[in-house]
Structure formats: structure tokens, C-alpha cells
């Protein structure tokens, strides 16, 4: 489990992130929703080591890394797929797929997970090709890969359906309801895309100007209002 205590946040002066606190539960998928500017990004960047926290803590099962460095976490478990996708553009599928390994040695570092290419065979057809020449929902879907290559217990996705055509949206939530159907990760999903994370939630958290505002079941999202709360 997650635990996110308290966390506060600044760039210069301005206060991002005020007192955030909530729980990302194992075989269970979490959608952080909220608008433009919000601090999703900053939230989960804290949470990844990559800009460092100025008050609160954040543990992963049981233990404080609020103070470990990025590549720490990802040790521990942790794998972040970013607002953007940020895969290698130049670099062949296959081995943007290897970099994804940089956690283990030996054997396990030099060969892709079977399994990456059952979740996600187009990136099996495409393993030769370059990364940049893919399209924006298979650049998707190979960042994802690359994150669950290295076999993470908690997987943080920031939009992964922002500027991805409905049917490769599909698939990408498919793959999420499964992965938390197996019972063995956590999941934490930051969405703007409403029905997406409405379908996937199994828990949710609205956040506005830097504070989780709302927060319920994901069966409740509905009668709670939600989808007013986060229409563009
Ligand atoms: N590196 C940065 N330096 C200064 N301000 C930033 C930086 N990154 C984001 N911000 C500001 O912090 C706020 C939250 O941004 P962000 O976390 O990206 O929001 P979201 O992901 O919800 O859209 C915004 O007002 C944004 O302009
Ligand atoms: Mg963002």
C-alpha cells in the first residue's frame, strides 16, 4: 500500500500541493482526477522523487521513502509512466523496452518479458521499428510496457489517454482492468478523461488549486457529482 500523508508542495512562491493525503491499495485502481493545472503532475512527480517534497511524508509497504532518489523507488517497485509518454524516439522498440529493465541484473536485465509482448502483441509486430515512428497510442502503449517491464507492485500512469485515438483507449484500459484483476499491484491512474477513470475506479480523488477535494468509490462517481466537477 501507498501511504500519501500531508504532502505539501511549492515552486517559488507559489504553494502547489496543500496537505494531500490518501491511499493507493493493492488490486485496486485509483483515479486522481481535476483540471488543467491542478497539480496532478506535481503530486505524482513528488511522489516519484523527481522535484523533492517539502512537508509530509509518502511510504510504500510500511516503509518512508520520502526522501529516496527516483531510481530508488523504481528498486522498491515503483514504476511511472509520464504525462507525454517520453519514450526514446530513436531507439527500437525492443530496446526501449530493455531500458524499462534497468532495475534487475544478470539474465533478467537482457531479454523483455513475455508478457509484455501478450498485454500488448502490436508492440511484438513492432519490435524492430523506432520507437518515434510509432503512433501516438502505440507510443503509449510501449511506454506502459516499458513501466511494467521491470514487474512493478504499483504502477502510476499521468493521462495515458490524452491525445489517443477511442480504440487503442480501449485497449490501454483493458490492459489496467486486468493488471488490478490479478490482485498483485496497485494502481494510480490521474485521468481527465471522465467515462475512462468512471470505468476503471475502484476508488477515486478529485483534487482542485492543490487539495483532494472529493473523494469516494468509483461506483459512486456518478451520483456524486463527478463528472461535474472535472468538465472542461
Ligand atoms: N516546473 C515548474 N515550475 C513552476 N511552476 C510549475 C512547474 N510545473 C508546473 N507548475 C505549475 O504548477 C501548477 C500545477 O501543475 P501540474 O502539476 O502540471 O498540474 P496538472 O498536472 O494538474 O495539470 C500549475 O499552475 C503549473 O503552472
Ligand atoms: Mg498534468
Redesign the pocket.
Given at each position: 500500500m501507498l501511504q500519501v500523508n500531508e504532502l505539501n508542495q511549492y515552486?517559488?512562491g507559489?504553494h502547489?500541493l496543500r496537505g494531500v493525503s490518501f491511499e493507493v491499495r493493492v488490486g485496486e485502481v485509483t483515479c486522481l482526477l481535476?483540471?488543467?493545472?491542478?497539480?496532478?503532475?506535481?503530486?505524482l512527480k513528488s511522489l516519484m522523487g523527481l522535484v523533492p517534497v517539502k512537508g509530509g511524508s509518502v511510504s510504500w509497504q510500511g516503509k518512508t521513502i520520502t526522501q529516496r532518489k527516483p531510481h530508488q523507488r523504481v528498486q522498491a517497485g515503483i514504476a511511472y509512466v509520464p504525462?507525454g509518454r517520453e519514450i526514446f524516439p530513436r531507439l527500437t522498440v525492443e530496446e526501449n523496452l530493455l531500458m524499462g529493465l534497468s532495475r534487475f541484473s544478470g539474465r533478467e536485465a537482457k531479454a523483455v518479458p513475455d508478457e509484455i509482448y501478450q498485454l500488448f502483441p502490436v508492440l511484438k509486430e513492432m519490435k524492430l521499428r523506432r520507437g518515434g515512428d510509432l503512433s501516438g497510442g502505440q507510443q503509449q502503449q510501449l511506454a506502459i510496457g516499458r513501466a511494467l517491464a521491470c514487474k512493478p507492485q504499483l504502477l502510476i500512469l499521468?493521462e495515458p489517454t490524452e491525445g489517443i485515438q477511442p480504440s487503442i483507449i480501449k485497449e490501454i484500459g483493458q490492459v489496467i482492468r486486468h493488471l488490478a484483476g490479478r490482485g498483485d499491484m496497485a494502481i494510480l491512474l490521474?485521468e481527465q478523461f471522465y467515462d475512462f477513470a468512471a470505468e476503471l475506479a475502484d476508488q477515486y480523488l478529485v483534487?482542485s488549486r492543490g487539495e483532494i477535494v472529493q473523494r469516494g468509490h468509483g461506483s459512486a462517481m456518478e451520483q456524486e457529482g463527478v463528472r461535474g466537477l472535472v468538465a472542461i
Open positions: 515552486y517559488g507559489s502547489i481535476g483540471r488543467n493545472g491542478v497539480g496532478k503532475t506535481t503530486l504525462q499521468d490521474v483534487m
